[in-house]
């Protein structure tokens, strides 16, 4: 039986998924206050986002939650352990705690954890109240989790972390290692530094999520792209390395492969962070101490703003990038 070349792209054209890339754009600190909320709300709606990642130690989480079940926003556990107050009844005195009965902030915290003094039993503990808070807010366990302030990757923690995700049967985590970040020398010291030592800590976390079978995305982006940093063209040049990773090479098509071709492609995975939304207003928001000027920054606005541009959804469908959420991977 002689099959034409054209006979063949036809088939392959009709059995081929359309998408090269499954991206799931994750619109994380949801909960951290109503204007927040709202702004990641109508980015979502918008097309600009498609998954959000839930603060349930945050002032508006209930009302984020809300949100999520009236317009049906993918929705995951942004779990935290460096800002605000805790959620887990169980850690007074804690050495999760400063003075003041507050997680000890971003930096802080890994000055802790360094210094040896933090008890892995009270990470523990204040990881599955999170779980377990998130799952009475939402009615359902989280369809993904992951680190604020990236947390969850570090030593000891990540130990952890997995236990947790692996107990509640949640498959899906971050693994903050961006391609090409190392090229981003626009970036002020201070921040290529801290970005460094988070994709080092990164690198040490996949075979403790691995031996937990907890998974991730084929690639990860965010950490060159926030804030100022982000434009059409900061998204599109990062998103550039998982395009290409997305590009099979050409090859004979042989007519009794034709469907082990079609049926065996798989479209490349990523997940893009970013933090839209309305900016805080002062002494409004936050996990227990008020918003922080990451918060209350301009900058929410222009995200919010830059991922819903119409040129930017086009390029997308233009390019074959699906946009998802994790339980669509």
Known sequence: MIISLESVEQQVKWKMPQARVKLVVTGDDFGYCERRNQG???????????????????????????????????????????????????????????????????????????????????????????????????????????????????????????????????????????????FCTYLPSHLREFNTQVERDAVESIEVFHRYGIRW?????????????MSPSSLKRALSFTLEASASPPGSIETDSIDAITDSYQPITAELMVHPGYPSQAHKGGCGGGPDEFSQSSDRLHELNTLSEPALLTFYRHQGIHLCAFEDL
Request: hydrophobic fraction near 40%; aromatic fraction near 6%.
């Open 40 to 182: 990641i709300v109508d980015c979502f709606r918008a097309g600009g986002i498609s998954n959000v990642s839930l603060l349930v130690n945050a002032i508006s989480a209930k009302h984020a939650a809300d949100l999520a079940k009236r317009y049906d926003i993918p929705i995951g556990l942004h779990a935290n352990l460096s800002e605000g107050l805790p959620v887990s009844q169980e850690l007074k005195g804690s050495t999760l705690l400063n003075k003041d009965g507050f997680f000890h902030g971003k930096m802080g915290f890994r000055e802790v954890l360094q210094s040896g003094q933090l008890q892995m039993s009270e990470v523990e503990a204040e990881l599955r109240a999170q779980v377990n808070l998130f799952n009475e807010l939402t009615g359902h366990m989280p369809r993904h989790m992951d680190g604020h302030q990236h947390v969850h990757v570090l030593p000891e923690v990540r130990e952890v972390f997995g236990q947790v995700l692996s107990d509640f049967g949640i498959s899906y985590t971050r693994v903050p290692i961006e391609p090409g970040l190392k």
């Open 217 to 229: 995305p084929d690639v990860y982006l965010g950490l060159s792209t926030m804030g100022r940093n």
